[in-house]
């Protein structure tokens, strides 16, 4: 079985800086890990995807995410937040078999002018 | 491409009847799997369809059922409405059947269902 907890339910930071997501998982064998974007009364965005070939995956809109499995985390950074990224965030693990994700609780995303 | 399609966007249902909500995935993708949102429990695996045939299935009771046709399009159903069951179903589609779970998944906008 699969877990992911998602260390912050909010997070609140100034345009122009840094965001960092915490995202900690646990999973019996070696995962497929992502992260999406939910804006409001929207599905589910894809920012990036972890399969093992490195462990610094680039997204989409400058993020990017580091997965370390000695920590079993899987952070999701941003250099500058633009007001845009005002959304809520989810870290997901994927099974062993199959396309039965697992989701974090999430992370909502408040971006102040 | 297109993206995932789902259709109604919204529903109000009053407890007790039934519903059926429609899922179109991206072309190609022969894999659908469903999820229900809602604030409390979050975003929870309800199931997924490869092939017609049903490959997973998250912990729900036997009101909620899904099917998929053989042009890949999938519904889900949920019969006897509680009012617990008002929440955001999402559907997403992907590629192939799924080896180590690499495949990404790419969701619709969501039904809103509300249940009176």
């Known amino acids: 079985a699969q877990s992911v907890t998602q260390l912050d339910s909010h997070v609140s930071v100034s345009e122009g800086t840094p965001v960092l997501l915490r995202c900690n998982y646990s999973?019996?064998?070696?995962?497929?890990l992502f992260w999406y974007v939910q804006h409001p009364n929207k599905g589910l965005q894809l920012l990036l995807k972890?399969?093992?070939?490195?462990?610094l995956v680039k997204g989409i809109n400058g993020f990017e995410a580091e997965f370390k499995k000695s920590e079993t985390s899987f952070h999701l950074t941003k250099p500058s937040a633009h007001m845009s990224d005002a959304a809520e965030y989810f870290c997901v693990v994927s099974g062993a078999a199959g396309n039965k994700l697992t989701f974090g609780g999430g992370t909502r995303v408040l971006v102040k002018p | 491409k297109a993206g995932v399609t789902q259709t109604p966007r919204y529903l109000i249902k009053t407890r007790g009847q039934q519903v059926t909500l429609s899922c179109s995935p991206i072309?190609?993708?022969?894999?659908v799997s469903w999820y229900q949102q809602t604030p409390g429990q979050g975003l929870q695996f309800l199931f997924e369809y490869f092939s017609e045939t049903q490959r997973n299935k998250g912990n729900f009771p036997g009101r909620f059922s899904g099917r998929q046709f053989s042009n890949s399009r999938s519904e889900m159903n949920v019969s006897t409405l509680e009012l617990g069951d008002s929440a955001l179903y999402l559907c997403?589609?992907?590629?192939?059947?799924?080896?180590?779970?690499?495949?990404?998944?790419?969701f619709g906008p969501g039904t809103r269902l509300t249940v009176l």
């Open positions: 072309s190609g993708h022969r894999s």
């Open positions: 997403a589609s992907s590629t192939v059947q799924g080896a180590l779970g690499t495949d990404t998944q790419y």
């Open positions: 972890y399969t093992s070939a490195a462990t």
């Open positions: 999973s019996s064998y070696s995962p497929s």
